[in-house]
Nanobody
Framework: QVQLVESGGGLVQAGGSLRLSCVAS????????MGWSRQTPGKQRELVAS???????NYANSVKGRFTISRDNAKNAVYLQMNNLKPEDTGVYYC???????WGQGTQVTVAS
């Protein structure tokens, strides 16, 4: 079955950076779009970034210019580089296959002001 395992979350000061990683197994990775979504306190889950098999990317307005999604098909991995983090970026970040029920377990990101 499909497994998505995230890592790289943590506590960071506002203005800092974190890099999230997600390694997939059980799928032919390079034919799937991949996404990062987040669940922030008091808000609905939000798709923050997605990347197509062609490596075309899309971002939520709230993270444009600060977050970068990338993929390494040789490693079955997708990454989210997060720069200039803000307290409102605090939440649980999930790796997933858009349009499917395949989600990782999530990794906590906390940005202190």
């Amino acid at each position: 079955q499909v497994q998505l395992v995230e890592s790289g979350g943590g506590l960071v000061q506002a203005g800092g950076s974190l890099r999230l990683s997600c390694v997939a197994s059980g799928i032919i990775f390079d034919i799937f779009a991949m996404g990062w979504s987040r669940q922030t306190p008091g808000k609905q889950r939000e798709l923050v970034a997605s990347i197509l098999p062609t490596s075309n990317t899309n971002y939520a307005n709230s993270v444009k210019g600060r977050f970068t999604i990338s993929r390494d098909n040789a490693k079955n991995a997708v990454y989210l580089q997060m720069n200039n983090l803000k307290p409102e970026d605090t939440g649980v970040y999930y790796c997933h296959i858009p349009g499917s029920t395949d989600w990782g377990q999530g990794t906590q990101v906390t940005v202190a002001s």
